[in-house]
C-alpha cells in the first residue's frame, strides 16, 4: 500500500527563527514553526510542527548543516507521521527540494516508511512551501 501526497502547498500558522540575515547564518541558529498542509484545490489535509538547528560547517565545502525533526497530524484522525533528517542549507537556498526519511507512528501510517520533499518558496520568507509526502507500507 502506498499512501502519497503530491503537490502540496505549505502554509505558515506561525513561525520563530533566531536569524536576523539569510546572507549571514551561522552554526547554533535555528528556529520551531507550525504549518498546514494543503492541496492545490484548498482541502487542508494536516498540521506540521517541529523545529531545526544549525548543527555544523561541512569541511568538505563549507555548507550550513541543520538537523530537521517536524511531526504530520493528519485532519482527519488517520495517523501521525514523524519526520527528521539533515538540511543541506546550500542546496536548499539554491532552489533544490531536502528530503526527509519519515516513518509512520499512528493510525494507518504506524509502522510506514517514506520521506517528506520540502522546498520553500522563498527561504526565510513565510509564505510557504511545496510539499511532497510518500510512505510505503511495512513489509508483512
Do not use: C
Request: cysteine-free.
Amino acid at each position: 500500500m502506498l499512501n502519497s501526497y503530491d503537490d502540496l502547498v505549505e502554509t505558515t500558522i506561525s513561525a520563530t527563527f533566531d536569524i536576523e540575515d539569510f546572507h549571514n547564518i551561522q552554526v547554533g541558529q535555528g528556529g520551531s514553526y507550525e504549518h498546514a498542509l494543503f492541496t492545490k484545490s484548498g482541502e487542508k489535509v494536516a498540521t506540521t510542527s517541529g523545529g531545526w538547528r544549525i548543527r555544523y560547517q561541512r569541511e568538505s565545502d563549507k555548507q550550513l548543516m541543520a538537523y530537521l525533526t517536524n511531526e504530520v497530524v493528519f485532519e482527519d484522525g488517520s495517523g501521525t507521521i514523524l519526520v527528521a533528517g539533515w538540511i543541506d542549507l546550500g542546496s536548499l537556498m539554491s532552489g533544490d527540494w531536502a528530503y526527509y526519511p519519515s516513518v509512520g507512528v499512528s493510525g494507518r501510517y504506524l509502522g510506514q516508511t517514506g520521506f517528506m520533499a520540502w522546498r520553500p518558496y522563498d527561504l526565510g520568507k513565510v509564505e510557504g512551501a511545496e510539499v511532497k509526502l510518500i510512505m510505503f507500507a511495512a513489509a508483512e
